[in-house]
């Protein structure tokens, strides 16, 4: 928490945090009241490492702000929409009573309400393309507001807030492994986050993600969700059906480290995923050849080697999360990756972001060691080579939950005017 007096002599009031990206290994698809955002079946996700995808948002308020505003990225965005709407409503309505006395600041419960608010916030990865950007943005935002304004609830009641502004936000507030009930009650009060074991429980997993489109997805996740709900027959056998039992199973393989069971319900529940999007009318098409070349990869070498390797799973977009068992397995993937989807006019280190370190386990340190790669014996044509498909890639590993930044030079607000700081984008 930052203050500071502004030119004009008003005070302005700050708080930073940074949130986690979350991938769903059982997915969330499908609300059964789109108001509260509240899901037709529980899910669970894997968070990742903030230092290799987050958002980072600071929030500030002070007597000289005529308005609400947010900017994205650098970019002022609207906060007339509802989601935005819900979760400013929700933290003002629980704020309590704040006092810095060294800055000569008293804020009564009351007077949240008439106190415009500032927020910028920075996302690290690209927006909008099936990576879960919308998640650690609204997490971030409902914490850090909390902090802001001395919000005393506990991590489930701001996971429920979170929830209200992008439904799988509420599952980035923890690390680690972590499972979005879906609760029972109409007014969504039980649909909450819960944590089922921290970041530390299974270190030995690596997750790689082959960016292979940054880009805008034609159907939201929004509208394709409403769609599938209103069509889908799968959908509705999907979510009373398979995912009950699905996440039990998933909770266990959790529990006892076991990664066989964990790989097969997490690349079945991918796979059964875009079935319903296929089964929706007018089908949904998240995947592209790129997605479906990962797939058959990881399948062939899992196959070939009697048990899984790897597994895979797909969001709302064609990028592929492939989670390893461990380091070794994971310089291996990349090795197989990396001779399908070598660089296309691109040094090696940048085509990897995140842990640059695997590039080294793997034994490649240029593009030369690339184009030496052999060819991956599960695969009957050695010779197709897909360069530039995939954009990128990203190593990293499970991680830590949203949290506060206390240093005040990583705010993206200036403390004096309460506006964005150029420099931070």
Same mark, same amino acid.
């Given at each position: 928490?930052?203050?500071a007096a502004a030119e004009d002599g008003q005070w302005v009031l700050m708080a930073t945090g940074r949130s986690p990206t979350n991938i769903a290994v059982i997915k969330y698809w499908g609300k059964r009241d789109e108001a509260l955002i509240l899901p037709v079946n529980d899910s669970v996700s894997v968070t990742l490492d903030p230092d290799h995808l987050s958002?980072?948002?600071?929030?500030?308020?002070?007597?000289?702000?005529?308005?609400?505003?947010?900017?994205?990225?650098? %970019?002022?965005?609207?906060l007339s929409g509802g989601r935005f709407q819900s979760c400013l409503r929700e933290i003002r309505k629980r704020a309590c009573d704040f006092e810095d006395e060294k800055k000569g600041i008293k804020i009564k419960k009351e007077d949240w309400e008439k106190l415009h608010v500032h927020i910028a916030s920075y996302k690290n990865f690209p927006t909008a393309a099936?990576?879960?950007?919308?998640?650690?943005?609204?997490?971030?935002?409902?914490?850090?507001?909390?902090?802001?304004?001395?919000?005393?609830?506990?991590?489930?009641?701001?996971?429920?807030?979170?929830?209200?502004?992008?439904?799988?936000?509420?599952?980035?507030?923890?690390?680690?492994?972590?499972?979005?009930?879906? !609760?029972?009650?109409?007014? !969504?009060?039980?649909?909450?986050?819960?944590?089922?074991?921290?970041?530390?429980?299974?270190?030995?997993?690596?997750?790689?993600?082959?960016?292979?489109?940054?880009?805008?997805?034609?159907?939201?996740?929004?509208?394709?969700?409403?769609?599938?709900?209103?069509?889908?027959?799968?959908?509705?056998? =999907?979510?009373?059906?398979?995912?009950?039992?699905?996440?039990?199973?998933?909770?266990?393989?959790? %529990?006892?480290?076991?990664?066989?069971?964990?790989?097969?319900?997490?690349?079945?529940?991918?796979?059964?995923?875009?079935?319903?999007?296929?089964?929706?009318?007018?089908?949904?098409?998240?995947?592209?050849?790129?997605?479906? =070349?990962?797939?058959?990869?990881?399948?062939?070498?899992?196959?070939?080697? !009697?048990? +899984?390797?790897?597994?895979?799973?797909?969001?709302?977009?064609?990028?592929?999360?492939?989670?390893?068992?461990? =380091?070794?397995?994971?310089?291996?993937?990349?090795?197989?990756?990396?001779?399908?989807?070598? +660089?296309?006019?691109?040094?090696?280190?940048?085509?990897?972001? !995140?842990?640059?370190?695997?590039?080294?386990?793997?034994?490649?340190?240029?593009?030369?060691?690339?184009?030496?790669? +052999?060819?991956?014996?599960?695969?009957?044509?050695?010779?197709?080579?897909?360069?530039?498909?995939?954009?990128?890639?990203?190593?990293?590993?499970?991680?830590?939950?949203?949290?506060?930044?206390?240093?005040?030079?990583?705010?993206?607000?200036?403390?004096?005017?309460?506006?964005?700081?150029?420099?931070?984008?």
């Open positions: 928490m930052a203050a958002a980072t948002t600071t929030v500030a308020v002070s007597p000289s702000f005529s308005s609400d505003r947010m900017w994205l990225n650098g %970019k002022e965005i609207s099936g990576l879960a950007s919308s998640a650690a943005g609204f997490a971030c935002l409902v914490f850090t507001l909390g902090k802001l304004m001395n919000v005393k609830e506990d991590y489930g009641e701001l996971s429920s807030i979170a929830r209200q502004g992008s439904g799988s936000a509420c599952r980035s507030i923890y690390g680690g492994f972590v499972k979005w009930c879906m !609760g029972k009650k109409d007014d !969504g009060s039980d649909s909450i986050a819960v944590q089922l074991a921290d970041e530390a429980h299974w270190k030995d997993l690596v997750i790689i993600i082959a960016v292979v489109s940054s880009k805008q997805k034609e159907t939201s996740s929004t509208s394709g969700m409403r769609d599938s709900v209103e069509t889908s027959p799968l959908l509705q056998y =999907r979510a009373q059906t398979v995912v009950p039992s699905r996440v039990l199973k998933m909770e266990e393989a959790i %529990k006892n480290r076991d990664f066989e069971l964990f790989a097969k319900l997490t690349c079945a529940d991918s796979n059964q995923f875009h079935a319903v999007c296929l089964d929706t009318s007018p089908p949904i098409f998240y995947m592209n050849d790129t997605s479906h =070349r990962i797939i058959s990869l990881v399948e062939k070498w899992n196959h070939l080697e !009697g048990c +899984p390797q790897v597994a895979y799973t797909f969001d709302a977009g064609p990028n592929a999360v492939l989670i390893a068992r461990n =380091r070794k397995t994971a310089a291996l993937l990349l090795q197989k990756l990396l001779y399908y989807f070598p +660089p296309q006019d691109k040094d090696l280190s940048s085509y990897l972001v !995140g842990d640059k370190s695997i590039l080294s386990d793997a034994g490649l340190h240029s593009l030369e060691d690339v184009e030496a790669l +052999p060819a991956p014996p599960e695969m009957k044509i050695h010779d197709q080579k897909f360069k530039g498909d995939v954009s990128y890639f990203i190593c990293s590993r499970l991680g830590v939950g949203i949290n506060v930044v206390a240093d005040e030079s990583q705010a993206l607000l200036d403390s004096v005017t309460g506006l964005p700081k150029v420099v931070c984008f």
